[in-house]
């Protein structure tokens, strides 16, 4: 169970089991966004080198690098608040 919330010194057991409850659902969810841009970043990728059909123009292959760059700090940013989650629950 979680810490006692330092805003809320009063909250009880409800109140930090509720709190946990919402740090594991957090995690959860952050943890899908950043699979899901992680995959997104993979087939970026796969743009950039000019692995897909019909892809393979110059601007097509800058299009897949910038959202390669994208996606990576999307799923950076999503692992982080996952983690916080995760250690907050």
Do not use: C, F, W
Not at 10 to 18: P, S
Not at 47 to 60: E, H, L, T
Not at 73 to 87: D, I, R, T, V
């Amino acid at each position: 169970m979680s810490a006692p919330n330092a805003d809320k010194p009063n909250e009880g057991i409800l109140g930090q089991a509720a709190n946990s409850v919402q740090n594991a659902v957090n995690y959860a969810t952050e943890t899908i966004q950043g699979k899901s841009a992680e995959a997104s970043k993979e087939g970026n990728k796969q743009q950039a080198k000019g692995n897909v059909p019909g892809s393979d123009s110059i601007s097509d292959r800058v299009s897949g690098a910038t959202g390669a760059v994208s996606d990576k700090l999307s799923q950076e940013k999503h692992e982080g608040s996952a983690s916080a989650n995760k250690h907050s629950t």
